[in-house]
């Protein structure tokens, strides 16, 4: 019955899925900046298993020829020219840098979970350069 539930909300449009939701708030934040510059980019994800990594790219292959909100297909094309699944055992410099980033602003915002001290990055030194933070339930 939950497959049916979501199969039915999509086909009225509704996302159930915590990824196609941060994807679709991704590309039109993301879409923002680079029409603001007129400029080009890429969205590099970093993979999590066949089967996700596969229903990420379809989604977001989706949006770009169906737009998100206000944002046509033919707007995000555009600007946004592809997703990218990178492996951790890739050991891609921007994700390796994303999580130096990710796990302090985890700590700081997340109250009463497992908070690490040996983060090498800390919030303090980069707290004054964040321009938003989007905190999904």
Do not use: C, W
């Not at 009225?12 to 007129?38: A, F, P, Q, V």
């Not at 066949?50 to 995000?76: C, I, M, P, T, W």
């Amino acid at each position: 019955t939950r497959r049916r539930y979501q199969i039915d909300a999509l086909k009225i449009g509704y996302l159930t899925n915590l990824y196609e939701i941060s994807l679709k708030y991704m590309l039109s934040e993301y879409y923002k900046y680079l029409s603001e510059r007129n400029k080009r980019g890429i969205i590099i994800a970093e993979g999590r298993g066949k089967v996700e990594d596969r229903n990420l790219l379809n989604a977001f292959y989706r949006f770009q020829k169906l737009g998100v909100g206000s944002l046509s297909g033919k707007d995000l094309r555009s600007h946004i020219v592809d997703l990218l699944v990178i492996y951790k055992s890739q050991n891609h410099l921007g994700t390796q840098l994303a999580d130096l980033i990710t796990y302090p602003l985890y700590d700081y915002k997340i109250p009463n979970h497992n908070t690490r001290g040996d983060h090498f990055v800390r919030l303090e030194n980069f707290r004054d350069k964040i321009v938003k933070i989007k905190i999904f339930p």
